[in-house]
DNA sequence: CATGAATGAGCGTTCATTCAT
DNA sequence: AATGAATGAACGCTCATTCAT
């Protein structure tokens, strides 16, 4: 918990809570992670953050709040505000090759993803069965990012670095394949050791690069 | 519907199912795989199915057992009783590249969940909470089924077509990039296109290559 | 359970039951003496019978209508037609002492307890919360039938072997204690031995003996 | 129930109820009582409670939890622990004779259940079915309630006031037909006369006195 | 007569939510 | 702000009863 809340604490959503409140969020992502959303009771978790149960709707105004609560700063966080990102960041820097490229795309998101582990898999299971959500997270990455990000594939297509895809279908697989190794990885509790992280990067590298 | 039914028509499970009883399970993975297994009511099943609620419980005893008997034909169809196919299928022939396996490997797969997408939406969803399941689908690979499976990853690797890690490792790759690739996919209800398929498992393959 | 049906075998209700009606029968008196008719269900009696459960409804009406075919009978059987035997049976003969008088009275109801306990534990049961019930039990004697018995008493208490009391409260007292002591036995399914009863039948007769 | 609820509320069972539960309790009993457990809805209950159904469940956990809140204070009350009563209450003094002990023993308990009928009739229903309370009935008389019992017995019948049975037979009888005549009371809504009740006291005595 | 699939009212129970304290 | 008793709609489920076969 101590993880996911460090996270939560830097998100500015958080800021004001009494002890109470933020003892409810901290339950409510241990009892959501760990039976969903659905499953859990907001007498549970006020038991196991010893307060009232009134306490979360007043401070939350119900249920579904408290999630919103804990999802909303994963969509800020994960996807942080590009525009902000742009000139910095990611793209602020030439890439020399493709493999660098992906290790800090990556590798950012998997040390996100496992210092949140309990969040994320909240955040996933929301996102299976809410399309607004769905279209909110790909509202968070601007025209002007794709822009950038395209464009990084660009040069690097024309390095001969990237294979000849459209660039829609590199991000496509790009994401899928890191998406289903750090979700497999977590699906069953376990790390990635370093060693495993460098072969996986290797591989999607290989993946992307011309035939 | 249509497709997913054709498929459990298929599965003994269905055997001696009256028209109501069918339609029950049919109106079941509608409803489920829209709201998930915990947001789905028996009232709404039955009213879609066009059938007194009672007729889930006699039939299936309880909310768990229809989920169940559409769980179970999952297991059956896109885990196959390995232990019987040891000599047929998969691992009859010989791959002459490492290409051609993958391909079939993951595309029979990928062919399998296209046409049954509502139900492996509900069964993913299922896997992530429930542990047993997870187990379960771990046990329909006996020992056999490894010995076969990195036998011939040995064998690809002695002829120098395999990246040259452990075996548990190169399947992990192919399995979570895969089921990424398909999952994303499935998620935004997309077909993957045949060229686009092609170019998947291009990309796996030189995943899997030796550096 | 052959104890059971040999009784109500005897009574006229179950002439013509078929092979299945009289399955029924049997199995809901094992069901209701074990679980209590409120607890018992028609699924697990026809069930336990072997019969469809419709069965039960085309020959009984419905769920009470079992019930009162097994119960009718203790009706007509433990308080049998005293205008019948008032000229006969128990008060045809002249008792030479209560104690006598008492043997005949409480043994005779105690052999037929014995003999079927389930039917009366049913019974029972049913008398408790059943004010008709009571009333028809109570109607079971009829004037004529306690002028007998009433004249019994006199007699006795004339040949100063009775207590000097009400007959309305020495027959309370009869009835009252010989129930307690054998529905306590049957409480804890245990027969009472030769050696009790002869104890339990003098005991009786020494407390409505004169002082 | 006025006289119920004096009883009730003498136990501290009922410390710090609120007065909806305390209205829950009265219905539940009043109900029961009047149709029997199973036939008893919660929703009844909460309806002549004035209640919402919910706190039923709140407070008492299930419509069994609701049973054995008025249950278990009979259980203590009617019974009493023997153990911590073994040195006071009905064996401290030592009775003059037979008559005397059997009037305090059985007086004491008829006054108990004449204040508490209602609730002494859920009592016994519940018994009849349940094994488990039997024996928790039974395992409140510890081995040294006993002991004394059958040495106040044997003291009595030393001195020649009792008669020459075993001691658990004596104490049969004078469960079983105490029990008798103060069930058939209760059965029938009637108070036993103060006169009548001599009149009993008299004939247990006669009974278990020596030929 | 016999069957058992089908029905739906009613049950015990859960739980998000309100509100007097 | 904090409490938790109280609420009642909705849930999963049972079961007596019906009826087409």
Known sequence: MAQD?????HDNTFAGYTDKQLAIVEAAVDVF???GYANSSTHEIAKRAGVAEGNIFSKFGNKRGLLDAIINPVLRSIFPDMVHNLQTDEFQRHYTNLREFISVLVGRRYEFMKSNARVM?????EVVYNTDLRQKVVARFPEGYWQLLFGEFDDLRQRGMLVDWDNSTVMFYLIASAAGIIGGAML????????TQTQMIDAITRALSPA
């Open 5 to 9: 809340l460090e996270l939560l604490l």
């Open 33 to 35: 992670a760990a039976k």
């Open 121 to 125: 898999k909240i955040f996933i299971a």
């Open 188 to 195: 069953f509790n376990q790390e990635i050791a370093p060693h």
